[in-house]
Each structure stands twice: as structure tokens, then as C-alpha cells.
């Protein structure tokens, strides 16, 4: 049974359709919409109704995650934001909340996932692969700024020797840049050179083959033997020059390591992990290791850990350059809706369209580690 009804959207500012389809899924859940959304000529509100009248009502389960990924959908709508709603699902988006935010490593309130989830990607719309939380008071400072803008400010406060900026520390500038680096292409040269500083957050794919590389190697640190692990990652090497470069690296981590006590508390030991990788000597040792084994050589060796290293059970994804960023449409577009909701009556106003026209796929940016 399929809803058929005449819909007489008012002038809106998100897309009628979107809002009609994020209306029907809210009823189909069983889940009913804030108060300022249900007025009648508001397009959610009428897709609410008319999954009632369809006998839809509460015939899907509720997944964890689902009231967030809600929330998270009727930002993204009222700000006129493409949301990909077949891999940003309630269940992956569950597995994006975190105790601690990675940039100013302060405790997170598990009950604002859908407020604190940020795009690091603000020319992209919300999708799996480039969404962190962050506290409220990294959100206010990174406002609408792209990763080059954060540069060009980070690089300011170290030409001013100035502490701090816009209510973040200069280490808090440096974690918040290289996170967003994580998700833009950077030559390989470029990527080198940046410390990491942050461990990505769950679920962030590093498009840069160099970064993914040095977060794999960094997260052998944060369990007991990661010493056999990264005799692992050693013998994947091709070159006995190559493993005499990585194990330089190993032993310049090794003392700032051991200085962070594993088996104390995991953020504390994880914080000092990241804070390692700022050390000279640890950088000049990863810029030596990663010229030399070069961009084709850390996306080979990426490749040769995820087909056949036991790293203790940590999971590695390589994805083609394609689908890296499968989704990441421009902010502003217009998303195909799933095939259950193109089957939706198209919602017409006065005898006007007001869905899109035809659903479109951007050109996808490059990608490769999941």
C-alpha cells in the first residue's frame, strides 16, 4: 500500500522530497518528530502522516544509533546538506561516539553525538569516511574553516610564537590539522612532512597512503606486544634497507613509548602515543623510512598487511581511489534517495515539482585507506 496524497508544500528552505522521505522514515521507526517540525505545511511533517495513513507505523525496528541518526539527518536538512543514508546508517553512526574528543582530549556527553558530529569535509556532504566528534569548543573554533584555512592559521601562531588562538592551544591547531588532512589528497611529500598528532578517529578513511601508514604503525603501540607486530609489518618490507629504516623509526618511538605505561589508562597511553610522533627525532626517522619507501610503496605495503598480517586483531580496509570517497557528494547537492523511498509518490506543490529533477552522482575525490 503505497501513500496517495496531495501535498501542498509551503515555500521551505531544505528540499520537500528529503524532508518527506526523513518524515516517512521517522514514523516507519516509530519515532515522532520535534514539536517545531509538525506543522502542516511542513514536508517531514506531511511524510509522518502519510506513512501513517499507509499503515507504515512502527514497522521497523530500532537500531542503536537511530535516534542521533535521525537528529543527525534534520540538521543536515534545515541546512539545505546532502546526507548519504545507506552507509551513514543508525548502526555505523553509533560506532562514530567517542569518550574523549581526539583534538582537545576532553571528556564528550554521549548524548550530543548528533550536535558534536562534524563534517571534515565542508565542501562535502555528510557521509561515512570523513565525520569526527568533536567537543563544542573545537566546533566554535573551527567554524566554517576548511583544512587550508587551518593551516594558514597554525602557521601564523608559530611565525607569532602565540600560544593560542580562538580558545584552542596551539597542540589543539596542530591535532585538529591533522585530522583534517586525513581526508584531502596531499602529494605524497606533503604528507610526510605533517606529524600525525592525532590518531584518527573510527571510521575516518585516510586518503593519503603515507598517513595510513603511520597511524597502522602507531596503533601497534597502544597494546602489549606490539613489538612481534611490528616485526610483522618488518618482514612485509621488500628491502633490507627499508626494514633498517623502519626499525630506526621503532627505536626512536620506543623510549616516549614506554614513557606513556600501556597498562595505564588507555587515553592517557594514547595521548602520549600521538604527542611521540611530534618529537624531532621520531619525525626525521619517519620522513626517512616514508621517502624511501614511496607513495606506491606505502600503498603496497597497506595492501600486503591487509591481505595477510595478524596485527592482533586489528582491523585494515584498502579501498580503490573510486570508492574511497564513494558518497561524498558537494555539500549542497541534491542525494538519491534509497530505492525504497524513490518508490514514494514524487511530492508535488500547486501542480509544481518541488523533488528533484533526476538524482545525481559528484565526481568522487581520491581514497584508499579505510
Known amino acids: 500500500m503505497s501513500a496517495q496524497v496531495l501535498l501542498a508544500f509551503d515555500e521551505h528552505p531544505a528540499d520537500a522530497a528529503t524532508g518527506f522521505a526523513l518524515g516517512w522514515d521517522h514514523a516507519c521507526h516509530g519515532q515522532l518528530p520535534p514539536a517545531a517540525l509538525m506543522q502542516a505545511g511542513n514536508p517531514l511533517w506531511q511524510g509522518y502522516q502519510a506513512a501513517q495513513r499507509a499503515g ?21 536538512w534545515l541546512d539545505g546538506c546532502g546526507f548519504e543514508v545507506l552507509e551513514l546508517n543508525p548502526r555505523h553512526l553509533a560506532r562514530l561516539a ?5 583534538v582537545s582530549r576532553e571528556p564528550l556527553d554521549p548524548a550530543r553525538l548528533a550536535e558534536d558530529l562534524v563534517r571534515l569535509r565542508p565542501d562535502c556532504a555528510w557521509a561515512a569516511g570523513h565525520l ?50 586525513m581526508v584531502r589528497p596531499l602529494p605524497h611529500a606533503e604528507a610526510l612532512a605533517r606529524p600525525l598528532g592525532v590518531l584518527p578517529p573510527p571510521r575516518l578513511r585516510l586518503l593519503n597512503p603515507a598517513q595510513g601508514l603511520q597511524a597502522l604503525i602507531a596503533w601497534q603501540y597502544l597494546r602489549p606486544g606490539f613489538s612481534a607486530r611490528i616485526a610483522q609489518i618488518e618482514a612485509a618490507l ?10 630506526r623509526l621503532h627505536f626512536a618511538l620506543l623510549p616516549r613509548v614506554l614513557e606513556a605505561a600501556p597498562q595505564a589508562d588507555p587515553q592517557a597511553s594514547r595521548h602520549a602515543v600521538e604527542d611521540a ?29 591487509a591481505r595477510g598480517a595478524s596485527l592482533d586483531g586489528l582491523s585494515l580496509q584498502t579501498r580503490p581511489l573510486a570508492h574511497a570517497t564513494e558518497g561524498w557528494a558537494p555539500a549542497h547537492s541534491v542525494m538519491p534517495q534509497p530505492s525504497r523511498l524513490r518508490r514514494l509518490p514524487v511530492p508535488r506543490a500547486a501542480g509544481r515539482p518541488t523533488g528533484p529533477a533526476a538524482s545525481r552522482h559528484a565526481p568522487h575525490a581520491a581514497g584508499r585507506l579505510h
Open 277 to 305: 610522533w611530534r618529537d624531532t627525532r621520531v619525525q626525521q626517522a619517519w620522513q626517512a623510512f616514508g621517502e624511501a619507501l614511496g607513495e606506491a610503496g606505502c600503498s603496497a605495503l597497506l595492501e600486503r598487511l
Open 132 to 181: 569526527a566528534v568533536l567537543a563544542p569548543r573545537v566546533r566554535a573554533a573551527l567554524g566554517r574553516r576548511d583544512a587550508a584555512a587551518v593551516q594558514v592559521l597554525l602557521q601564523r601562531l608559530q611565525a607569532e610564537d602565540r600560544p593560542e588562538a580562538e580558545g584552542l592551544t596551539r597542540a589543539e591547531w596542530q591535532r585538529l590539522a591533522a585530522l583534517l588532512d
Open 238 to 247: 621488500p628491502t633490507p634497507a627499508l626494514r633498517a629504516r623502519l626499525r
Open 98 to 102: 567517542r569518550s574523549h574528543c581526539p
Open 56 to 76: 507504515r507505523a512502527g514497522s521497523r525496528a530500532n537500531p542503536p544509533g537511530l535516534g542521533p541518526w535521525l537528529a543527525l539527518r534534520r540538521r543536515a
